[in-house]
């Protein structure tokens, strides 16, 4: 009898054991996997809150002047892109009024790039360019910067 009341005991001991174990075990992974998840959404907010202030330094850049240029935008973005490792490719799409759309064009051949103008897309979606539709506006994207990574895949 006496045995097997030490072998209870051993076994009631070892299940104690092995539950206090398997508990602070648990509460150590619930408490890493906390303090990581908080880490991350910290970072994700402070790079949220940096490209806003991007968002903000863009319009504040686009409002100082009523006659910003392909080349203006394209130093400002160039400075972004090299601060902010979140944000890939900054486009400056303006709206060109039908009545614009000669100088608009005649100002982008002054810009180094010859030949340029207005092209929409064509019936397959856009690998096929049609001449510009008349319309009483338009959004263009013909200035977009990409970072130095994305432009060497492009290449």
């Not at 959404?41 to 202030?53: D, G, I, W």
């Amino acid at each position: 009898m006496p045995v097997l009341v030490t072998l209870l005991c051993g076994i009631t001991a070892s299940a104690l054991a092995t539950s206090a174990a398997r508990n602070w075990e648990g509460a150590r992974l619930r408490a890493e996997t906390a303090r990581r998840a908080a880490a991350l959404v910290e970072r994700v907010r402070r790079q949220a809150e940096v490209n806003l202030q991007l968002v903000e330094a863009t319009a504040a850049f686009l409002g100082a002047s009523d006659d910003v240029t392909r080349l203006d935008f394209r130093d400002f973005a160039k400075v972004a892109l090299a601060k902010l490792d979140t944000v890939r490719a900054i486009a400056w799409a303006p709206i060109v009024r039908s009545s614009e759309r000669g100088q608009m064009e005649q100002r982008a051949r002054e810009d180094r790039l010859p030949g340029f103008t207005f092209l929409d897309a064509g019936p397959d979606g856009g690998s096929s360019r049609l001449p510009f539709a008349r319309r009483t506006s338009r959004s263009t994207m013909w200035n977009r910067w990409k970072s130095p990574l994305l432009l060497e895949g492009a290449i």
